[in-house]
């Protein structure tokens, strides 16, 4: 190689090469300091874009599992009323049974209608203040009062697949009126006074018995559909874990730096950076062997 003043190839080799060491020094310590060996779509484009969309992946999920966790405690809510519901109606139905004994004088069946009427009261009161978030849950008409199917969003689109269906007979009124006018087939029971007549006057209270069982019935069909939803909302919540552990496990691989492996070119990096300015030194004296020459 020629010895010349104006340009020094040796020094112009050791800087780029000092200036590789240098990037490639840095981007071990960006990496080791962030965790993660993709941190600008520079340094993969492609690995870039899918961890991205993972990572939505990922938030849209966390949402998913608190819907149907939502959606959960909606149905327990649900559940629980309704189980105080069949409570009181199966009281109910053993003082009916009691009055249509026909032992029973005046002041004992006035006794039993009392126990009766305070019972269906508290069935109507359970109906009117069961509610969620705001949404009145056995209203089935009226302000706040659910009456619609309700869907879930347990998944990440758009179609049934992501949605569970929570159907609006589970929403129905629950109220004494019109559970005994709607469900026991006698129009005439519409409230509340008419219900607890027919069950406390021994002429009517064997009449009653059946019509009760058909009201406790509608109540044991819509827990054992809450029971359903409840066993898919359940599941949906597992899938939805299993679904991101599995996206968390892919991006970590794709995304995670290994900090083993960047420690060891950290150190090759550096090696070289020093190696590199050493020898950049060297070369930038190369020019001034030619005075020597003078």
């Not at 405690?73 to 139905?93: A, F, G």
């Not at 609006?168 to 019109?178: E, I, N, Q, R, Y």
Request: with cysteine; hydrophobic share 40%.
């Amino acid at each position: 190689m020629a010895l010349t003043i104006n340009t020094n190839i040796s020094s112009l080799v050791a800087q780029q090469n000092l200036a590789k060491a240098t990037n490639a020094l840095n981007q071990a310590i960006e990496r080791m300091t962030t965790g993660y060996k993709i941190n600008h779509a520079g340094d993969n484009a492609a690995g870039y874009s899918i961890a991205r969309n993972w990572e939505t992946q990922l938030g849209s999920l966390d949402v998913a599992a608190d819907n149907a966790a939502t959606g959960a405690d909606m149905m327990s809510t649900l559940e629980d009323h309704y189980s105080l519901i069949s409570t009181h109606l199966q009281r109910v139905r053993d003082l009916t049974e009691q009055a249509a004994n026909g032992t029973y004088g005046e002041d004992s069946l006035n006794a039993i209608k009392a126990e009766i009427t305070a019972r269906l009261d508290e069935v109507d009161r359970i109906a009117s203040n069961c509610e969620f978030n705001g949404r009145k849950m056995m209203l089935g008409t009226g302000a706040g009062a659910i009456t619609d199917h309700i869907y879930l969003q347990v998944g990440l689109y758009s179609g049934d697949d992501s949605r569970i269906k929570l159907d609006k007979t589970l929403f129905s009124s629950a109220k004494v009126g019109d559970l005994f006018s709607n469900y026991s087939g006698d129009a005439s029971l519409d409230s509340i006074s008419d219900v607890a007549d027919a069950c406390a006057g021994s002429s009517t209270a064997a009449g009653m018995l059946d019509k009760i069982d058909l009201v406790i019935n509608e109540i044991s069909n819509r827990t054992t559909t809450l029971g359903a939803a409840q066993n898919r909302i359940d599941s949906a919540i597992e899938s939805i874990a299993v679904q991101s552990e599995n996206i968390t496990s892919s991006l970590s691989t794709l995304r995670d730096a290994d900090v083993a492996e960047e420690s060891s070119k950290y150190i090759q990096a550096q090696i070289l950076q020093q190696a590199a300015s050493t020898l950049l030194a060297t070369a930038n004296q190369t020019p001034s062997i030619a005075l020597n020459l003078l």
